[in-house]
């Protein structure tokens, strides 16, 4: 395996404090509320939300109580991804009551593993006898990886081993049961994710097994003959309609992984593949997992991404389908996908630190990602839409998965969890550094203190981002020393301004693929200002987007914005931006947290149908003036219920 050297290194978020600012806001909340929400929740304490029996599914797997196994095939991963989140919670300070949470659960998961090693509640409990028969639909190895990704960050965090070790020992078993020996199956997983879980697991330990077991899975997939066929040979009852209908695309093996270049299939898994592909390429130097990264990523990001940088646009599958088809109204768009989304992003990141990466992952961030959650922490979306007509979601079929409010918890919770590890995690996406760079690709009100070459190396960020077009950036080193300092201009912005110590920078010449290089010898106490000018922008989308044609979106630096029915009325549809209409910004303490709005003078259709009418002649439709208002997109749902929409008419 080739070395990794040409690759920037990220940076733990055991050494980023995020301070008070958006997203230090959004870590409290995580801590403080969502977390201990989540735990009554997964212990079945909560009256009026969908049961979990998470836990207990574990204390029945550990002989400590009777009964069956309830839920999805994968529960488990709800309580790992919960203590994953505590870790990073962890790692920010110390919390003693949410440590000794986790090492209550800690103790009973070790307890429910088996001599061998293997640790699956389910199949533990409902089906013993049917280990590794589905290996396309079982998600033992899903499963899987979110416990050793929990494991690793716990021990991280605290530095205790029992649940590292409890991963060992089944990662140990997993690497017995599969890869390219006699007595192995030549499988791989139907949900993609352990691949990125066993990179981290390597990393941690320095065993090399986990690299070769992850890089023999993502190199396997989509072999011919296909490991999935063989299976549905051997199962004559399958009943699996999304196989029937989607078939190997579904699992992304319909082809190996390096002749793939669309995006295909269930949009978690596709993602959660890239990631660990994307891993595997950065500890080998594999330059063809590279390039299949590339074009995977291109195919999203151009054919296949919602404005709001949500990706999967129909339920059926939860699957990304073709170029361009992107639906506001019936559209799926997961909060674990945009999750995953943000793993790519910042892997990708790794491998070529271009802002085309670091962009989307802030768009994410700001968009698709937290409007999984509520202002309050306890409440989530599994579908992000962008366009809400209540009466619709409620009658008709195709339209039932489109909640117009977010839920106190979910059969199938994988989002919740998920959405509380990546905002406990913020820390990690901020900065990346090599030799003698530190990248800064997303603002965020933080600092870190970084080991350049020897030097220690403290970066102090202060802004209110993303309202204040403001960034101030504070040097501090113990010593001169001449390094690059790279920050992103993001592609929103036209008319980027630097100033270093109040003298302005010509951005001209020390542009790098989306980044500002600021090479210098740099003293104690320097001061770099960015001034990232907010002007609010009309998007429109692709003509190829057919749903969204005649359309216009509006956005204020990384946020999208969305119009809801509490503040402007029914039937938006009516609703018409004309063409030079003036965007006006007014930044609101007491709305909704403390959120910029978008005023601008539009135009409604003024109705003069009777009841009796469905179809007329009319030689013009006549308008009337109304002022609407722009809301965050993120924000939706946490007032009154009602219709919402992001796709304006523009006339």
């Given at each position: 395996?080739?070395?990794?050297?040409?690759?920037?290194?990220?940076?733990?978020?055991?050494?980023v404090?995020?301070?008070?600012?958006?997203?230090?806001?959004?870590?409290?909340?995580?801590?403080?509320?969502?977390?201990p929400?989540?735990?009554?929740?997964?212990?079945?304490?909560?009256?009026?939300?969908?049961?979990?029996?998470?836990?207990?599914?574990?204390?029945?797997?550990?002989?400590?109580?009777?009964?069956?196994?309830?839920?999805?095939?994968?529960?488990?991963?709800?309580?790992?991804?919960?203590?994953?989140?505590?870790?990073?919670?962890?790692?920010?300070?110390?919390?003693?009551?949410?440590?000794?949470?986790?090492?209550e659960?800690?103790?009973?998961?070790?307890?429910?593993q088996?001599?061998?090693?293997?640790?699956?509640?389910?199949?533990?409990?409902?089906?013993?006898?049917?280990?590794?028969?589905?290996?396309?639909?079982?998600?033992?190895?899903?499963?899987?990886?979110?416990?050793?990704?929990?494991?690793?960050?716990?021990?991280e965090?605290?530095?205790?081993?029992?649940?590292?070790?409890?991963?060992?020992?089944?990662?140990?078993?997993?690497?017995?049961?599969?890869?390219?020996?006699?007595?192995?199956?030549?499988?791989?997983?139907?949900?993609?994710?352990?691949?990125?879980?066993?990179?981290?697991?390597?990393k941690?330990?320095?065993?090399?097994k986990?690299?070769?077991l992850?890089?023999y899975?993502?190199?396997?997939?989509?072999k011919?003959?296909?490991?999935?066929?063989?299976?549905?040979?051997?199962?004559r009852?399958?009943?699996?309609?999304i196989?029937?209908?989607?078939?190997?695309?579904?699992?992304?093996?319909?082809?190996p992984?390096?002749?793939?270049?669309?995006?295909?299939?269930?949009?978690?898994?596709?993602?959660?593949?890239?990631?660990?592909?994307?891993?595997?390429?950065?500890?080998?130097?594999?330059?063809s997992?590279?390039?299949?990264?590339?074009?995977?990523?291109r195919?999203?990001?151009?054919?296949?991404?919602?404005?709001?940088?949500?990706?999967?646009?129909?339920s059926?599958?939860?699957?990304?389908?073709f170029?361009?088809?992107?639906?506001?109204?019936?559209?799926?768009?997961?909060?674990?996908?945009?999750?995953?989304?943000?793993?790519?992003?910042?892997?990708?990141?790794?491998?070529?630190?271009n802002?085309?990466?670091?962009?989307?992952?802030?768009?994410?961030?700001?968009?698709?990602?937290?409007?999984?959650?509520?202002?309050?922490?306890?409440?989530?979306?599994?579908?992000?839409?962008?366009?809400?007509?209540?009466?619709a979601?409620?009658?008709?079929?195709?339209?039932?998965?489109?909640?117009?409010?977010?839920?106190?918890?979910?059969?199938?919770?994988?989002?919740?969890?998920?959405?509380?590890?990546l905002?406990?995690?913020?820390?990690?996406?901020?900065?990346?550094?090599?030799?003698?760079?530190?990248y800064?690709?997303?603002?965020i009100?933080?600092?870190?203190?970084?080991?350049?070459?020897?030097?220690?190396?403290?970066?102090?960020?202060?802004?209110?981002y993303?309202?204040?077009?403001?960034?101030?950036?504070?040097v501090?080193?113990?010593?001169?020393?001449?390094?690059?300092?790279?920050?992103?201009?993001?592609?929103?912005?036209?008319?980027?301004?630097?100033?270093?110590?109040?003298?302005?920078?010509?951005?001209?010449?020390?542009?790098?693929?989306?980044?500002?290089?600021?090479?210098?010898?740099?003293?104690?106490?320097?001061?770099?200002?960015?001034?990232?000018?907010?002007?609010?922008?009309?998007?429109?989308?692709?003509?190829?987007?057919?749903?969204?044609?005649g359309?216009?979106?509006i956005?204020?630096?990384?946020?999208?914005?969305?119009?809801?029915?509490?503040?402007?009325?029914?039937?938006?549809?009516?609703?018409?931006l004309?063409?030079?209409?003036?965007?006006?910004?007014?930044?609101?303490?007491?709305?909704?947290?403390?959120v910029?709005?978008?005023?601008?003078?539009?135009?409604r259709?003024?109705?003069?149908?009777t009841?009796?009418?469905?179809?007329?002649?009319?030689?013009e439709?006549?308008?009337?003036?109304v002022?609407?208002k722009?809301?965050p997109?993120?924000?939706?749902?946490?007032?009154?219920?009602?219709?919402?929409?992001?796709?304006?008419?523009e006339?």
């Open positions: 395996m080739e070395s990794k050297n040409l690759f920037k290194a990220n940076v733990s978020p055991k050494k404090i995020v301070n008070d600012g958006f997203f230090g806001k959004y870590i409290e909340l995580i801590k403080k509320v969502a977390l929400y989540q735990w009554d929740v997964l212990n079945d304490r909560i009256n009026n939300a969908e049961p979990s029996h998470a836990v207990r599914n574990f204390k029945i797997a550990a002989g400590l109580l009777k009964g069956d196994f309830y839920g999805v095939v994968f529960q488990d991963t709800d309580v790992f991804k919960w203590l994953e989140a505590v870790a990073y919670i962890l790692m920010a300070g110390p919390d003693a009551e949410l440590e000794n949470k986790a090492d659960v800690i103790n009973i998961i070790e307890k429910a088996q001599g061998d090693g293997y640790l699956n509640t389910y199949f533990t409990i409902k089906e013993p006898d049917k280990r590794w028969t589905n290996i396309r639909d079982g998600h033992e190895l899903y499963c899987a990886g979110h416990m050793i990704e929990a494991s690793v960050a716990y021990f965090a605290t530095g205790k081993r029992k649940f590292l070790d409890v991963a060992c020992r089944f990662a140990d078993y997993i690497d017995t049961v599969f890869g390219e020996g006699p007595d192995k199956k030549r499988g791989y997983p139907g949900h993609p994710g352990i691949e990125l879980a066993l990179v981290r697991l390597y941690a330990t320095g065993e090399k986990y690299l070769y992850s890089k899975f993502i190199d396997e997939r989509g011919t003959p296909n490991y999935f066929e063989l299976e549905v040979e051997a199962d009852e399958d009943k699996n309609e196989w029937k209908k989607l078939g190997l695309r579904y699992y992304q093996a319909h082809l992984v390096r002749s793939q270049t669309t995006a295909e299939g269930h949009s978690v898994r596709a993602i959660y593949l890239y990631s660990g592909m994307a891993d595997i390429a950065i500890e080998t130097g594999d330059k997992l590279i390039e299949s990264c590339k074009k995977l990523w195919n999203i990001i151009t054919k296949k991404m919602y404005i709001t940088g949500g990706i999967g646009s129909t059926f599958g939860e699957s990304f389908t170029n361009y088809d992107l639906p506001n109204d019936t559209i799926y768009s997961e909060t674990c996908a945009s999750v995953g989304l943000i793993f790519f992003a910042h892997r990708m990141l790794q491998i070529d630190p802002s085309n990466y670091s962009d989307i992952m802030e768009k994410v961030l700001y968009n698709s990602a937290i409007s999984g959650i509520s202002l309050d922490g306890k409440k989530f979306f599994y579908v992000n839409p962008l366009e809400v007509w209540p009466e979601s409620e009658k008709i079929k195709i339209r039932e998965h489109v909640k117009i409010t977010r839920q106190s918890w979910l059969r199938c919770a994988c989002c919740p969890t998920n959405i509380a590890r905002l406990a995690s913020i820390g990690k996406y901020i900065y990346s550094i090599s030799e003698d760079e530190i800064t690709h997303l603002y009100d933080s600092e870190t203190e970084l080991d350049l070459s020897g030097s220690k190396v403290k970066i102090k960020q202060e802004t209110k993303p309202w204040s077009e403001r960034i101030n950036i504070s501090y080193i113990d010593k001169e020393k001449e390094f690059s300092l790279l920050l992103r201009i993001p592609g929103w912005c036209d008319n980027a301004k630097i100033f270093i110590n109040n003298e302005e920078i010509n951005l001209c010449d020390i542009k790098v693929k989306g980044y500002a290089r600021l090479k210098r010898i740099w003293k104690n106490g320097d001061v770099v200002e960015v001034v990232l000018p907010m002007v609010v922008q009309r998007v429109r989308a692709h003509p190829g987007v057919r749903a969204d044609i359309k216009v979106a956005q204020r630096g990384p946020i999208v914005y969305c119009l809801e029915e509490v503040d402007n009325g029914p039937n938006l549809h009516e609703i018409m004309p063409v030079k209409s003036e965007l006006n910004a007014d930044f609101d303490k007491n709305l909704l947290g403390g910029m709005v978008v005023s601008v003078q539009a135009e259709y003024n109705s003069k149908w009841d009796d009418e469905l179809y007329k002649f009319e030689e439709s006549e308008y009337r003036p002022t609407v722009f809301i997109y993120y924000a939706w749902a946490n007032r009154e219920p009602g219709e919402m929409v992001v796709w304006i008419n006339r």
